[in-house]
C-alpha cells in the first residue's frame, strides 16, 4: 500500500520555540493533505487541509498563525507549530488521499509527538 | 460525512473472531465505510472499505447491511496484536478528510 512517512517521530522543545513537521507521500502525489491532533485518551481532531499550491483551510478554533502548513509539492507538507506552549503538547498525524482515484482510502503518517516543556 | 455510533469497548479471546459493529443509518448512496485501527501511539492504519458489497482482504472482512445503514468488521482469527481501537468511518470523496468519531476500543485476551 502507499506509505505516507512523518518526521520526527519525536521532539521536545522549549517553551517559545518553533517546531517543524514533515509529511511526505512517498509513492504517489498528494494534492490534499490533512493534519490532525490527538490528546490523550481522545480521538484525532482534523486541524487544517493543506492543499498543493495554495493556502490551507482550518477547521474552526485552530489558530493559523500558530501552526503555519505549507504544502510546496505533491508530495510535502510541513506543519510549524510556532511559539510552542505546554499546552500545545500533543500527538500530530497528518494524511494522505490520492485524489485522483475515488473511493480509495486515506494513508497516515506514523505522527508526530511533541512535549513541550 | 454521515455519523457513525461503535460500542465504545469489546473484548475478545485470542483466536477466537472479533465482530466490530457500526451503525450509519444516516449514510447517503455515495458514502463508502471504512475501517481503521491504531495502535497506541501509532497513525491509524488502513484495515478495509467497502461501498455496498461485503468485503474481505488479508487483515479482515466487511459485511456492509443490504441497507446499508450499519456493517461489521470481523477480525476472524483475533491475536493480542490486534489490541487497538478500531474506527469505522463514513466518506464519500477522496479530496475530503477522514472524521474520526470515538471508535470502540477492542480487547484481545489470552
Known amino acids: 500500500g502507499a506509505v505516507v512517512s512523518q518526521h520526527p517521530s519525536w521532539v ?8 517543524k513537521i514533515e509529511c511526505r507521500s512517498l509513492d504517489f502525489q498528494a494534492t490534499t493533505m490533512f493534519w490532525y491532533r490527538q490528546f490523550p485518551k481522545q480521538s484525532l481532531m482534523l486541524m487544517a487541509t493543506s492543499n498543493e499550491g495554495s493556502k490551507a483551510t482550518y477547521e474552526q478554533g485552530v489558530e493559523k498563525d500558530k501552526f503555519l502548513i505549507n ?10 507549530v510556532t511559539s510552542a506552549h505546554p499546552e500545545d503538547s500533543s500527538f500530530y498525524i497528518c494524511s494522505a488521499r490520492d485524489r485522483v482515484r475515488l473511493g480509495t482510502e486515506a494513508f497516515f503518517g506514523q505522527g508526530t509527538r511533541l512535549t513541550v516543556v | 460525512d454521515a455519523k457513525t455510533t461503535q ?7 485470542e483466536g477466537r ?11 447517503s448512496g455515495n458514502e463508502y465505510v471504512y475501517w481503521y485501527r491504531q495502535i497506541h501511539s501509532q497513525g491509524p492504519q488502513y484495515i478495509i472499505h467497502g461501498l455496498k458489497n461485503n468485503e474481505t482482504n488479508e487483515m479482515a472482512s466487511l459485511i456492509i447491511t443490504e441497507d446499508r445503514k450499519s456493517s461489521t468488521l470481523i477480525l476472524p482469527h483475533a491475536t493480542l496484536r490486534d489490541t487497538a481501537v478500531y474506527y469505522c468511518i463514513v466518506s464519500s ?3 475530503y478528510a477522514l472524521n474520526f468519531g470515538k471508535g470502540t476500543s477492542l480487547l484481545v485476551t489470552p
Open chain 2, 17 to 27: 473472531a472479533a465482530n466490530l459493529p457500526c451503525n450509519h443509518s444516516t449514510i
Open chain 1, 12 to 19: 521536545i522543545c522549549k517553551s517559545g520555540t518553533s517546531v
Open chain 1, 71 to 80: 504544502h510546496a509539492s505533491l508530495t510535502l507538507s510541513t506543519l510549524t
Open chain 2, 7 to 13: 460500542p465504545p469497548s469489546m473484548d475478545c479471546a
Open chain 2, 93 to 95: 470523496n477522496s479530496g
